[in-house]
């Protein structure tokens, strides 16, 4: 995935062009037996074509309550959000984004090729479409020669790479990942941070990303969401000065060095916040 | 030069490997066989404790004493026992499937023709019932709320005294044969499909559910593509146990004075004649008939489960 390859179509110059998603005092309260619980909080946030943001906190902050919101898996109590202009649930109708997991979520009575074309098949796409969006989603996670075989037969980073490509199969605009590398080894992040980006660059889509760790969120964004819990709200927003291209050493840098302090600076602040409140 | 504890080391690897010896299967079937084994010598012994008195008695009457020795020997053989002695039911069963021509109204394979149609039939509407109530639980709160308590209430009825009522209302009404008999099977089956797949059916993980909606499907494509698949562990978990009630069902509905076919019948008119031996006959027929069927829905679970990759 990491090897340079003609764009699949003009990536944007400016990162802030057209808002893809906004948000405008978005709140989302739980009502549990413990009485409320406020998972977001006053959420101003505007995303734009093609922009790569990460979401990061400590757990409880609304990181993902706030992607769900996006993806109309979970509603807003108050406050405005949009997704391409429409309600979260008209760009859920209308396809708007792929979701990616935590874990892979890939059935086991289906081949990797099968698995991908689920929701193509949900979504009425016919069957020589269906093959060609498959081969190419499928090459571009670079998992081509892996298309017959069953999920138990690939490794676990092989087997995200596979709901990855499952995602992207149906040419959606935005790709929504809650930690998606959560759960693999960190040799096996480092590759596939290196091979989102790769394909982030090639395909332009806008994405959102949740994760909890430092280096991974600076790596990979344009801009990096920094967030803290009880009321779950944004602390800072960074945008990176980072260049585009962006080899894995670019980690040794005193760039990233200082990006990723201000990032724990934030966190800490949010922290430190909750501790006096 | 060399370690000691090298050839003690040698010495206990093959001392385990002796112990191995049977292999998995051979150690598998040993606390079966023992099992089988303690069962038979109690049989035996409460044979003889059981049919002693009548032997006593008939000597009794002739007037002639008996050893100990002679009693044992008698309580073997009696025509119409109290209890049989295993060999005594084995000869039965043995008879009953090899020594009659098959359309012979002593034949048991005859019988377990009648009694097995009757509870294929019976597992297959019942099940399919199950299966069908189950999806609109799954897909309604209404149903989940009125269905369920009635579905529990249905099994708490005696089917001992609803069989005949079946049978005779049906009959009344010039329906007779396997359809009153597969209806009282499928009353007892329905139930244990019907909980394990309202389970099943909601067993897929709430992200997998989240990931359907992600992609706009309907409650008919999530059904077809996540719920359907998922369940089936627990279809088939059911399934066994809906076939064994569906027989128990078949057998039950075969009791009701009148019928003349079918291991129930056989069961009743042994009963109605002291023929002990026929009824153990055909109880054993009817058991290992159900253990069969059992076996071979595990075996479609088997191969199923393990070309799906659900296989544990």
Redesign the interface.
């Known amino acids: 995935m990491n090897r340079p390859r003609p764009a699949l179509r003009p990536v944007p110059a400016a990162a802030t062009a057209a808002p893809v998603i906004e948000a405008r005092g978005v709140s989302l309260t739980f009502p549990t037996a413990d009485g409320p619980v406020h998972a977001l909080k006053d959420v101003n946030l505007t995303i734009g074509q093609g922009e790569f943001v990460s979401f990061i906190g400590p757990s409880g902050c609304g990181k993902t309550t706030f992607l769900r919101a996006i993806a109309a898996l979970e509603s807003p109590t108050s406050g405005q959000l949009t997704v391409n202009g429409m309600t979260p649930d008209a760009a859920r109708r209308a396809r708007a984004y792929g979701y990616v997991f935590q874990a892979p979520g890939l059935y086991p009575w289906r081949t990797i090729a099968g698995n991908v074309s689920l929701p193509l098949e949900i979504m009425g796409f016919d069957r020589a479409d269906r093959q060609q969006r498959i081969a190419r989603v499928l090459e571009l996670v670079e998992l081509s020669q892996f298309a017959g075989r069953y999920p138990w037969q690939l490794s676990g980073g092989m087997q995200q790479r596979a709901s990855i490509a499952r995602a992207l199969a149906f040419d959606a605009d935005i790709l929504l990942m809650d930690e998606p590398f959560g759960a693999l080894d960190e040799i096996v992040r480092d590759r596939l941070n290196e091979a989102l980006r790769a394909l982030w660059a090639r395909t332009g889509k806008t994405i959102g990303f949740v994760t909890h760790s430092i280096p991974e969120a600076v790596y990979l964004s344009t801009r990096i969401v920094v967030m803290s819990p009880r009321p779950g709200r944004i602390t800072d927003v960074i945008e990176s000065p980072l260049p585009r291209d962006r080899p894995l050493e670019i980690r040794d840098s005193k760039e990233f060095a200082e990006i990723s302090h201000r990032v724990r600076e934030g966190l800490r602040a949010g922290h430190s916040d909750h501790g006096d409140a | 030069m060399h370690d000691p504890a090298v050839p003690t080391g040698i010495v206990a690897a093959s001392a385990a490997r002796r112990g191995r010896g049977l292999g998995k299967a051979g150690r598998a079937i040993m606390p079966v066989l023992a099992v089988l084994g303690a069962i038979v010598v109690a049989w035996y012994l409460a044979a003889v404790w059981m049919n002693a008195p009548w032997v006593r008695d008939q000597a009794a009457r002739a007037g002639e004493t008996v050893t100990a020795g002679q009693v044992v020997r008698a309580t073997m053989a009696q025509e119409r026992p109290v209890l049989p002695a295993p060999h005594q039911v084995a000869a039965g069963l043995w008879d009953g499937v090899t020594g009659q021509k098959i359309t012979s109204k002593r034949s048991l394979v005859w019988h377990g023709w009648i009694t097995l149609s009757a509870t294929l039939a019976g597992f297959a509407l019942g099940s399919a019932a199950g299966i069908l109530l189950a999806v609109g639980i799954v897909h309604s709160r209404v149903m989940d709320l009125s269905i369920m308590p009635w579905a529990v209430a249905s099994q708490t009825v005696p089917i001992l005294a609803i069989a005949p009522m079946v049978i005779v209302v049906l009959a009344s009404m010039g329906v007779t044969g396997l359809l009153p008999k597969a209806l009282i099977s499928a009353w007892l089956s329905f139930f244990p499909v019907l909980v394990g797949m309202v389970k099943g059916l909601r067993a897929p993980d709430p992200?997998?559910f989240?990931?359907?909606?992600?992609?706009?499907?309907g409650g008919g494509?999530v059904l077809r593509?996540l719920r359907l698949?998922s369940s089936l562990p627990w279809l088939f978990a059911s399934l066994k146990v809906a076939i064994a009630a569906a027989l128990v069902g078949t057998i039950v509905g075969e009791l009701p004075a009148g019928a003349t076919q079918g291991l129930g019948a056989r069961l009743l008119s042994g009963s109605y004649y002291g023929q002990t031996i026929q009824i153990w006959s055909a109880l054993f027929a009817a058991a290992i008939l159900a253990a069969a069927l059992v076996w071979l829905i595990g075996a479609i679970e088997r191969v199923t489960l393990r070309?799906?990759?659900?296989a544990r």
Do not use: E
Request: proline share 6%; no cysteine; charged share 20%.
């Open positions: 992200m997998q989240d990931l359907m909606r992600s992609w706009n499907a494509q593509h698949p070309r799906m990759g659900l």
